[in-house]
């Protein structure tokens, strides 16, 4: 009966219903009250009794239906149900409110601002946030103060919408913005709001704004890493040489070439790592600039220099380092060459193999090859058959016999059994060129 009247829409229904909201029994209440929301339009004043019902889902429920009906002319009634002793109540006060009122609302539910539930707070400042008006301003710097974090984020994130700046609030920003920082992942909103107040901050030149600049420069976002470099760039030279210094471990290419270039053209020693990265991994012209940089920063070709550049952590640092190294025959070099090759970079190996040939006289070096011939990424093995083979070492006959069946070590394997010049491995090389020549041969008379 009660759900057969929720479909009818007349005044004499919504009365009906509204008094059945007043029933002891909670199923005809719940049933009543779902009635009402499914009913069309009727006159708003009969929901007047649900705002005073003694049940809080009636009361919250009822404020809904009434809204919707009475609009902005219902704007006092919704008023004063923001003193409700519910805080479920206030929530939908709050909501309705901004919904029928417009800026109407703003000094009301400002008022909520002191209200001892968060979660009624938190609603106030939603709204307030979404008023395109300045006087939510007094009202959001107010909330921001406010000892719940998620309160006061929320409104500092509004006012960094809105371009406000005050002392106050730069303390909230970089507060804000340095916890941020400090995640693994940010959200679009987050970027977006953190660049703001990056906008709004590019005038304080602060420590601890610098501080934060320097957290965004190292963090996952890319936007967030060009917005830090533009404002560490607008401070004075030795907090910008400093900060730069902190970036020198940087994986953004954008970065590491501000930070490289710039160390560099101040011949700050600590500019020698990024430079050497930015003259391997960065594109042509910041390359060039880079190496003029260098040159004047440090010697290339100092041994204890390249040793301790072959020990970096960066695989471009080792190649840099490795590529000087070809052709020099230290034997200081051996065992920091041999600790390099263990990089996973194949680039960083192969030029480590070409530094390697100037050593094949130490066994190490010697063992080091043969396990590359033996297994691995084809260029490397083909290369390190080459050496072994130039450098004519007899314990690699044998170790090459086993590669020849390998179509792409053939060649290279052949030509350095050759040219070590053992008598079984030059056989082997004869017997398997003979045993082809046979295959082919058969394979032709049987018009195959």
Same mark, same amino acid.
């Given at each position: 009966?009660?759900?057969?009247?929720?479909?009818?829409?007349?005044?004499?229904?919504?009365?009906?219903?509204?008094?059945?909201? *007043?029933?002891?029994?909670?199923?005809?209440?719940?049933?009543?009250?779902?009635?009402?929301?499914?009913?069309?339009?009727?006159?708003?004043?009969?929901?007047?009794?649900?705002?005073?019902?003694?049940?809080?889902?009636?009361?919250?429920?009822?404020?809904?239906? /009434?809204?919707?009906?009475?609009?902005?002319?219902?704007?006092?009634?919704?008023?004063?149900?923001?003193?409700?002793?519910?805080?479920?109540?206030?929530?939908?006060?709050?909501?309705?409110?901004?919904?029928?009122?417009?800026?109407?609302?703003?000094?009301?539910?400002?008022?909520?601002?002191?209200?001892?539930?968060?979660?009624?707070?938190?609603?106030?400042?939603?709204?307030?946030?979404?008023?395109?008006?300045?006087?939510?301003?007094?009202?959001?710097?107010?909330?921001?103060?406010?000892?719940?974090?998620?309160?006061?984020?929320?409104?500092?994130?509004?006012?960094?919408?809105?371009?406000? /700046?005050?002392?106050?609030?730069?303390?909230?920003?970089?507060?804000?913005?340095?916890?941020?920082?400090?995640?693994?992942?940010?959200?679009?909103?987050?970027?977006?709001?953190?660049?703001?107040?990056?906008?709004?901050?590019?005038?304080?030149?602060?420590?601890?704004?610098?501080?934060?600049?320097?957290?965004?420069?190292?963090?996952?976002?890319?936007?967030?890493?060009?917005?830090?470099?533009?404002?560490?760039?607008?401070?004075?030279?030795?907090?910008?040489?400093?900060?730069?210094?902190?970036?020198?471990?940087?994986?953004?290419?954008?970065?590491?070439?501000?930070?490289?270039?710039?160390?560099?053209?101040?011949?700050?020693?600590?500019?020698?790592?990024?430079?050497?990265?930015?003259?391997?991994?960065?594109?042509?012209?910041?390359?060039? $600039?880079?190496?003029?940089?260098?040159?004047?920063?440090?010697?290339?070709?100092?041994?204890?220099?390249?040793?301790?550049?072959?020990?970096?952590?960066?695989?471009?640092?080792?190649?840099?380092?490795?590529?000087?190294?070809? +052709?020099?025959?230290?034997?200081?070099?051996?065992?920091?060459?041999?600790?390099?090759? $263990?990089?996973?970079?194949?680039?960083?190996?192969?030029?480590?193999?070409?530094?390697?040939?100037?050593?094949?006289?130490?066994?190490?070096?010697?063992?080091?090859?043969?396990?590359?011939? +033996?297994?691995?990424?084809?260029?490397?093995?083909?290369?390190?058959?080459?050496?072994?083979?130039?450098?004519?070492?007899?314990?690699?006959?044998?170790?090459?016999?086993?590669?020849?069946?390998?179509?792409?070590?053939?060649?290279?394997?052949?030509?350095?059994?050759?040219?070590?010049?053992?008598?079984?491995?030059?056989?082997?090389?004869?017997?398997?060129?003979?045993?082809?020549?046979?295959?082919? $041969?058969?394979? *032709?008379?049987?018009?195959?």
């Amino acid at each position: 009966m009660v759900r057969w009247l929720g479909g009818e829409g007349e005044d004499n229904t919504a009365t009906i219903l509204v008094s059945l909201c *007043s029933k002891e029994d909670e199923v005809f209440r719940k049933t009543a009250i779902s009635s009402l929301e499914r009913l069309g339009h009727f006159t708003p004043e009969l929901a007047l009794p649900l705002l005073e019902n003694d049940d809080p889902e009636i009361r919250s429920m009822g404020l809904i239906i /009434f809204a919707r009906l009475a609009g902005k002319k219902g704007t006092k009634r919704i008023e004063a149900l923001l003193k409700d002793s519910e805080a479920k109540v206030r929530l939908v006060a709050v909501k309705c409110l901004y919904d029928v009122a417009g800026p109407d609302a703003i000094d009301p539910i400002s008022k909520l601002l002191m209200d001892p539930q968060p979660r009624v707070r938190l609603k106030v400042v939603e709204s307030l946030a979404g008023f395109e008006s300045e006087r939510v301003v007094t009202f959001l710097l107010q909330a921001a103060l406010d000892s719940e974090e998620e309160i006061s984020r929320l409104a500092v994130f509004a006012l960094a919408a809105m371009g406000i /700046f005050t002392p106050e609030l730069e303390k909230l920003y970089i507060r804000i913005m340095e916890k941020g920082m400090m995640k693994p992942e940010l959200s679009i909103e987050e970027v977006d709001f953190f660049c703001e107040m990056m906008g709004i901050l590019k005038t304080s030149h602060s420590k601890e704004l610098l501080r934060v600049l320097i957290l965004a420069a190292n963090s996952g976002s890319r936007r967030l890493r060009r917005e830090a470099i533009t404002g560490i760039d607008s401070y004075f030279d030795h907090q910008r040489l400093d900060a730069m210094r902190q970036l020198a471990d940087t994986d953004d290419l954008t970065v590491l070439k501000y930070v490289a270039l710039g160390l560099g053209e101040a011949g700050d020693p600590k500019g020698v790592i990024p430079l050497i990265r930015a003259i391997m991994e960065c594109p042509r012209e910041v390359s060039r $600039k880079a190496r003029e940089f260098l040159e004047g920063l440090a010697d290339v070709k100092n041994l204890p220099f390249l040793i301790k550049l072959l020990q970096s952590r960066w695989s471009s640092v080792k190649k840099f380092a490795a590529e000087q190294i070809v +052709g020099m025959d230290s034997p200081e070099l051996i065992d920091p060459l041999l600790e390099a090759i $263990k990089d996973r970079n194949v680039d960083v190996q192969l030029v480590i193999i070409e530094a390697l040939q100037s050593f094949t006289y130490d066994k190490r070096v010697v063992n080091c090859l043969l396990k590359t011939v +033996g297994k691995g990424v084809i260029s490397l093995r083909q290369r390190a058959a080459e050496i072994l083979g130039n450098a004519r070492v007899k314990e690699a006959t044998e170790p090459l016999m086993r590669v020849l069946g390998n179509k792409f070590l053939r060649k290279k394997a052949e030509k350095a059994l050759l040219r070590i010049g053992e008598r079984k491995g030059i056989l082997e090389v004869k017997r398997r060129k003979l045993k082809e020549e046979f295959i082919s $041969k058969t394979l *032709s008379q049987h018009g195959l």
